[in-house]
Nanobody, 121 residues
């Protein structure tokens, strides 16, 4: 079974920084795209950033220039460096990944359980 576990969330003041990590473990043959999503209370879950196996990235307009997504394929880990944080960044951040658990098995989408990020003075 595949598991994704996020870490690095917490409370930070506006303008501060946090680095989120998400490590995939379990039955993993290969990982395709990985990404970060977030969901604030009463709002829909939204895409924050994605990164392909080769390192190509995409960002939501609201985080461009402030957040950086990266991955370490050897560690099956994706990171989200968040700088210049704003109160509106407050949300639960979820990691996701497209993973092939075994050879010839179909690729599936997997989600972590989320980590809370709170930006407040």
């Amino acid at each position: 079974q595949v598991q994704l576990v996020e870490s690095g969330g917490g409370l930070v003041q506006p303008g501060g920084s946090l680095r989120l990590s998400c490590a995939a473990s379990g039955s993993i043959f290969s990982i395709n795209a990985m990404g970060w999503y977030r969901q604030a209370p009463g709002k829909e879950r939204e895409l924050v950033a994605t990164v392909t196996t080769g390192g190509s990235t995409n960002y939501a307009d609201s985080v461009k220039g402030r957040f950086t997504i990266s991955r370490d394929n050897a560690k099956n880990t994706v990171y989200l460096q968040m700088n210049s944080l704003k109160p509106e960044d407050t949300a639960v951040y979820y990691c996701n990944a497209e993973i092939r658990p075994r050879p010839i098995y179909p690729t599936g989408t997997y989600w972590g359980q989320g980590t809370q990020v709170t930006v407040s003075s």
